[in-house]
């Protein structure tokens, strides 16, 4: 039996026994990624299956049991690793941040800083209601250069809807130009698998920024720095897994983890199957993030910040029929958002036009009713 290596490997082998990790009473789907051993992660390839409790095996029915080694086409094959997910529970509350970060969050969310990745913004829902999430960072339209900002569709909505920063109907400054949601599965596998009903999150939005504001944008991310190049997502590797990566967002401020899965069903219903590209470890067992986190740019914990994804999911989501990882972040290949909203990310070695005497006037406006 040939080993799996690549992600490409570990998606044809789920694919080829997904009746049988359906039918396990009460799993909460499963994922790819690498085994961990001892509360480590190796660097063997596996298929990684959530339940939400371990059973010793001579309990169970024959078709109950999860076989050490999953088979799958071409003589290929793999590990199992069976993952105990925690039911979430209601009002569940945050654990209290750091000195730092405590006096950070209340800059991200003062409206002082400029857009930039890691600034609140506000929305409101069509019940009226107002909500926050977390710009990504500063992104510019690749058919006429206008330049804006990526957050999640959910937080962006649907064409049209204002966005305020940093409160909702605090100042406006800008509204949703495009959002998408999901894409089908085979639109990013090029016939290595298809799923029946599948779909991928992509879950972006991008914000066209109203003139007056232009000059408020600002590259990168906020005491972060610069945003390096998207790192690619290539299926015939492991991909980012196993990659450190660091982030900003309004609640729960610099938060460090690891990439530790991909391919995760995070929705599963008689008539779909929804899957997320990533799930993320906060490093140490800490929260990653939070509700009003949603929007954030995951980037590489190194030098070159290569940016990587954009977070959609907080750390006490229910996963599906009242069950949750309470430790786990969903994610986004970066990658998918920026083709999906044909944007590219603003560095600091761009030159964007000179805004007008009447966008500076408008801008300094706009600064005024900040303060």
Same mark, same amino acid.
């Given at each position: ?10 998606? +044809? ?47 169970? $029915? ?9 088979? &799958? ?103 949703? +130009? ?46 972060? &720095? ?25 609640? +729960?401020? !610099?938060?460090?983890?690891? !990439? ?59 996963? +599906?029929?009242?069950?949750?990882? #309470? ?16 944007? #590219? ?9 000179? $805004? ?16």
């Amino acid at each position: 039996m040939a080993k799996a290596t690549s992600l490409a490997d570990l998606l +044809r082998i789920r694919d080829a026994n997904s009746e049988l990790i359906d039918r396990i009473d009460g799993n909460l789907g499963s994922a790819l990624g690498y085994k961990i051993t001892g509360k480590k992660m190796t660097k063997t390839p596996a298929v990684i299956i959530f339940v939400p409790s371990k059973v010793d095996s001579s309990l169970l $029915p024959a078709n109950q049991k999860i076989p050490k080694i999953l088979e &799958g086409p071409d003589g290929l094959g793999c590990l199992t690793d069976i993952v105990v997910g925690k039911k979430a529970l209601d009002g569940a509350q945050s654990p209290p941040l750091d000195t730092a970060n405590e006096a950070l969050i209340e800059e991200l969310r003062g409206g002082q800083i400029g857009l930039i990745g890691g600034a609140q913004l506000g929305f409101f829902e069509s019940n009226g209601l107002g909500y926050v999430g977390t710009a990504a960072c500063a992104v510019r339209r690749k058919s006429d250069g206008r330049k804006g900002l990526l957050t999640n569709q959910h937080v962006g909505g649907p064409a049209g809807r204002v966005i305020y920063q940093p409160d909702p109907g605090n100042v406006r400054i800008g509204h949703t +130009r495009a959002s998408f949601e999901t894409d089908p599965d085979e639109y990013y596998f090029n016939g290595l698998i298809d799923e029946e009903d599948a779909y991928y999150r992509i879950d972006c939005a991008f914000v066209d920024v109203q003139d007056a504001a232009l000059p408020l944008v600002k590259p990168g991310l906020y005491r972060l &720095g610069s945003v390096g190049a998207p790192l690619p997502l290539d299926l015939e590797t492991m991909g980012p897994l196993g990659r450190n990566v660091i982030s900003i967002g309004r609640t +729960r401020g !610099i938060q460090r983890g690891t !990439i530790a899965a991909f391919g995760y069903e995070w929705s599963d219903d008689p008539t779909s199957s929804v899957y997320t590209d990533y799930l993320v470890i906060g490093e140490k067992g800490m929260v990653f993030s939070d509700h009003g986190d949603s929007g954030k740019l995951l980037v590489t914990d190194d030098a070159k910040r290569n940016a990587v994804a954009l977070l959609w999911g907080g750390w006490y989501e229910r996963l +599906r029929h009242g069950h949750g990882q #309470e430790n786990w972040t969903y994610a986004i290949d970066i990658n998918k958002a920026l083709h999906r909203l044909e944007v #590219e990310i603003v560095t600091d070695g761009a030159s964007p036009p000179r $805004p007008s005497d009447a966008a500076r006037s408008r801008a300094k406006e706009v600064a005024r009713r900040r303060r």
